[in-house]
């Protein structure tokens, strides 16, 4: 008799958790309305600008690519080709980074999901680049298209993420010089969210722009469609690749996230002040080349800098110092008028345990408080950016959830501070059964998806499920719920017709020599 009714509680627990809270929530892009988190002072952020400019100016940069070593030549910096190196005065660029615009929508497929970059916008995006997925069911192992599919179709589906396709792992199945028609083509046809995609070099880059005119048609008018990271390899140094698919992005009026990523103490000096300047130097160097390409291009300043673990020499993410990072590098951004990439859900973690979810929360809130306009790798992060994990992602998605509903705040008006119903329920009473509570009950708190509140007892009965475990059940009722957004048969048939056209003529080159 025991055990029939603990099964029967069981299955009632298992069926309440189906009902999934995330995909309730409404799609929306939430704003912070707080003054930003401001870490310097005035004098403070003078000091960084002006050592960023001498950076600039003394240490000079190098540019790997001819084009842009004779763009910068025309403009009136001191190049030296042999050596690769320009040497760039403030003024000009500070010139040049007054034309990049403060603000601009990025167009969507479908217009409900177009988002705006830049004021105190947020748009949380995935994590992206992962070689690796790793879940409770099959371990970690190297990724493939289908992993990749079911990353966006989660993404898609859940109002929490604004665009749904980041490459959020490797197809290591596809042939590396066609992957990124794969990945996008899946992107298109698996959500109606903004795209991005990656902008490795000239020809990878164009692949993207032709596969988004099938698309949208035209894409140089009425706000970009395509965007995608544009990485220094620091310190001072973009290499060929980058620039190519910098140069080709911007030219065609697509967004690019200028991200110098610096470990403090191994590609900067070990003090953070120095490895500001230098992120802000390398930062500015980019956010000046598009304007130069394409005055008036959309372009983010992007920050990845965090500090070395000075025992292993590897990147130590979820720190103190990696917050300071964020809200400076935010702030720099403001100081210039431009919209800040950050990043959130960071962690060095293998596993989605207490580490990973102090060192993500350790970045997510610096993110958002300081007011950055783009939140990469938002959820799904793990092993210090070479895994994703579909548990990680969905207990990273009730984070973005929290933070959507902390932003909306709460109004104070006669309604909500129910004066008649304190009145009527006077001392030692309680307020379950009141009007007031009972007109609201459903709808006045976050309701969470993956933490479990049950008593211990309850909690064994109902499986002991920890909130890995939850999250894993969920991930896998997320995808049942999955629906694939319309999309004009024509599209579909012309961006295949691409894609298989692509694929022969590029048998056996790889791109990324």
Not at 335 to 357: C, E, H, I, K, M
Not at 381 to 397: C, F, M, N, Q, V
């Amino acid at each position: 008799m025991e055990t029939s009714r603990r099964s029967a509680r069981r299955a009632e627990l298992r069926q309440t958790r189906g009902k999934i809270p995330l995909l309730v929530q409404p799609f929306r892009q939430p704003r912070n309305p707080w003054r930003p988190w401001e870490l310097l002072n005035p004098e403070q952020v003078e000091r960084l600008h002006q050592a960023s400019l001498t950076i600039l100016e003394s240490s000079g940069f190098s540019f790997q690519d001819a084009e842009t070593l004779d763009l910068w030549a025309k403009a009136g910096a001191k190049v030296n080709h042999a050596e690769q190196r320009v040497w760039l005065d403030g003024g000009l660029v500070m010139e040049l980074v007054q034309k990049a615009p403060q603000t601009f929508n990025w167009r969507a497929r479908n217009p409900a999901y177009t988002i705006t970059v830049g004021e105190n916008a947020i748009a949380f995006g995935p994590c992206g680049g992962m070689v690796y997925v790793q879940d409770l069911e099959r371990g970690r192992r190297a990724g493939t298209l289908a992993d990749l599919e079911n990353f966006i179709r989660v993404s898609h589906v859940c109002p929490q993420l604004h665009f749904a396709a980041w490459g959020q792992v490797e197809p290591n199945d596809v042939p590396v010089s066609v992957r990124h028609l794969h990945r996008l083509r899946s992107a298109t046809q698996l959500s109606d969210k903004p795209l991005s995609e990656v902008a490795h070099g000239r020809e990878i880059a164009q692949d993207c722009l032709n596969m988004a005119r099938l698309i949208f048609g035209d894409i140089e008018t009425g706000g970009p469609v395509m965007g995608d990271v544009i990485n220094v390899s620091s310190p001072l140094r973009f290499d060929e690749r980058m620039l190519g698919g910098l140069l080709t992005y911007a030219r065609a009026g697509q967004i690019t996230y200028i991200t110098p990523f610096i470990l403090a103490g191994a590609m900067s000096p070990i003090s953070m002040a120095a490895a500001l300047a230098q992120q802000n130097a390398e930062a500015l160097a980019g956010v000046a080349l598009t304007q130069l390409a394409r005055p008036g291009a959309p372009v983010a300043m992007g920050g990845f800098t965090t500090n070395a673990d000075m025992r292993s020499g590897s990147p130590a993410f979820g720190t103190p110092e990696g917050a300071w990072a964020l809200m400076v590098g935010a702030q720099l951004a403001r100081f210039y008028g431009l919209p800040y990439r950050g990043s959130g859900a960071l962690t060095s973690a293998n596993v989605p345990d207490a580490q990973a979810a102090g060192e993500s929360l350790w970045t997510l809130w610096p993110a958002v408080m300081a007011h950055s306009n783009l939140i990469m790798h938002a959820c799904g992060w793990l092993e210090g950016g070479l895994t994703a994990s579909p548990e990680k992602y969905i207990l990273d998605l009730e984070s973005l959830g929290m933070f959507q509903h902390f932003l909306n705040q709460f109004e104070v008006n006669e309604e909500t501070l129910a004066l008649e119903a304190i009145r009527e329920v006077g001392p030692g009473g309680h307020h379950f059964g009141t009007a007031h509570t009972q007109a609201r009950f459903a709808t006045e708190f976050y309701a969470t998806s993956t933490h479990d509140r049950l008593g211990y007892e309850t909690w064994q009965a109902a499986g002991s499920w920890d909130a890995p475990t939850r999250a894993h059940h969920l991930w896998k009722e997320i995808l049942a719920a999955y629906e694939p957004p319309p999309l004009d048969p024509a599209i579909k048939d012309a961006l295949d017709d691409y894609v298989a056209r692509r694929e022969r003529e590029l048998a056996g080159r790889n791109l990324y020599e």
